[in-house]
Nanobody
Framework: QVQLVESGGGLVQPGGSLRLSCTASGSIDSPNVMGWYRQAPGKQRELVARIRSDGDTFYVNAVKGRFTISRDNAKNTLYLQMNSLKPEDTAVYYC??????????WGQGTQVTVSS
């Protein structure tokens, strides 16, 4: 069993930055993919960025050049550095891990609000 706990969300002004963290407890098997998703009010949950256990990364176009996903395998921690934040980035951000395409776990989410 794997538990994911996100932190780092909050209220920030447009143009500001936040760094989200997601710490996993339990064994993370490889190969795996860890990702950040977000869900805005009234919208479906969507992928923001993901990083594979080999380090390969992917970003959706809306965040390319502004967000950076990274991971520290020794600490079982996933990060999302978010710069140049926009009001449309407001959402609950969720951490996800997919191991071998079989086991999928989600965190409880952390609120990010971008507003002046």
């Amino acid at each position: 069993q794997v538990q994911l706990v996100e932190s780092g969300g909050g209220l920030v002004q447009p143009g500001g930055s936040l760094r989200l963290s997601c710490t996993a407890s339990g064994s993370i098997d490889s190969p795996n993919v860890m990702g950040w998703y977000r869900q805005a009010p009234g919208k479906q949950r969507e992928l923001v960025a993901r990083i594979r256990s080999d380090g390969d990364t992917f970003y959706v176009n809306a965040v390319k050049g502004r967000f950076t996903i990274s991971r520290d395998n020794a600490k079982n921690t996933l990060y999302l550095q978010m710069n140049s934040l926009k009001p449309e980035d407001t959402a609950v951000y969720y951490c996800n891990v997919n191991m071998r395409g079989i086991w999928v776990y989600w965190g409880q989410g952390t609120q990010v609000t971008v507003s002046s």
